[in-house]
């Protein structure tokens, strides 16, 4: 199956400052990515879809002023996590789908981050 | 919201065989079954998925109710490695939906 990574596997960071993920298709060209949450014991949790080249859109509650997402190109999204508090900590992870591989959705290894 | 119902927890020892259930009462007819896992801390691994036929690959059978309401995820001879959380998906193959993803069942392969 298809490869995908995330940078970093995990980040602590200070309360207020920014923090980005990177999430990358190593073997494929990702038209589209996804960016989930995952709290501790809690299941997965859909924060927002990107299309390359095109706004993200975000599910309900998810703030995108607070969550900015790009996906300038085929490879590569990115998660910015801006003015982090300790609510923000929680496991991110990324999945992308494209052409290549019938289009199913193939998911990273996840970033944990904290924020003190 | 997830469309799937799925026991919280079971047990297996280690060998034997897993037998996970999944109930999809409201399954459309062009919506098919996807199986995940996740290893603790890690992303989610594809495991199979089907839409009528029951399918088998390496790694685990999916068999899938004449009526489709229902199916089992079956690991034929569970490892401690195979103890994860399984997570039961249905949608369309391909769409542009993504997955959703339920509460699952956490599997735990005893020695």
């Known amino acids: 199956g298809a490869v995908v990574s995330q940078h970093p596997s995990r980040v602590i960071c200070k309360s207020g400052t920014s923090v980005k993920i990177e999430c990358r298709s190593l073997?494929?060209?990702?038209?589209?990515m996804f960016w989930y949450r995952q709290f501790p014991k809690q299941s997965l949790m859909l924060m927002a879809t990107?299309?390359?080249?095109?706004?993200?859109?975000?599910e309900q509650g998810v703030e995108k002023d607070k969550f900015l997402i790009n996906h300038a190109s085929l490879t590569l999204s990115t998660l910015t996590v801006t003015s982090a508090h300790p609510e923000d900590s929680s496991f991110y992870i990324c999945?992308?789908?494209?052409?290549?591989?019938?289009?199913?959705?193939?998911f990273g290894p996840g970033t944990r981050l904290t924020v003190t | 919201d997830a469309k799937t119902t799925q026991p919280t927890s079971m047990d297996c020892a280690e060998g034997r065989a897993a037998n996970l259930p999944c109930n999809h009462s409201t399954i459309s007819g062009n919506e098919y079954v996807y199986w995940y896992r996740q290893i603790h801390s890690q992303g989610p691994q594809y495991i199979i998925h089907g839409l009528k036929n029951n399918e088998t690959n390496e790694m685990a059978s999916l068999i899938i109710t004449e009526d489709r309401k229902s199916s089992t995820l079956i690991l034929p001879h569970a490892t401690l490695r195979d103890t994860a959380v399984y997570y039961c998906i249905v949608r369309v193959e391909s769409g542009n939906t993504p997955l959703v993803f339920g509460k699952g069942t956490r599997l735990s392969v005893i020695a």
């Open positions: 073997d494929f060209q990702a038209t589209t």
């Open positions: 999945s992308a789908r494209g052409r290549d591989f019938s289009y199913e959705q193939y």
């Open positions: 990107s299309n390359e080249g095109s706004k993200a859109t975000y």
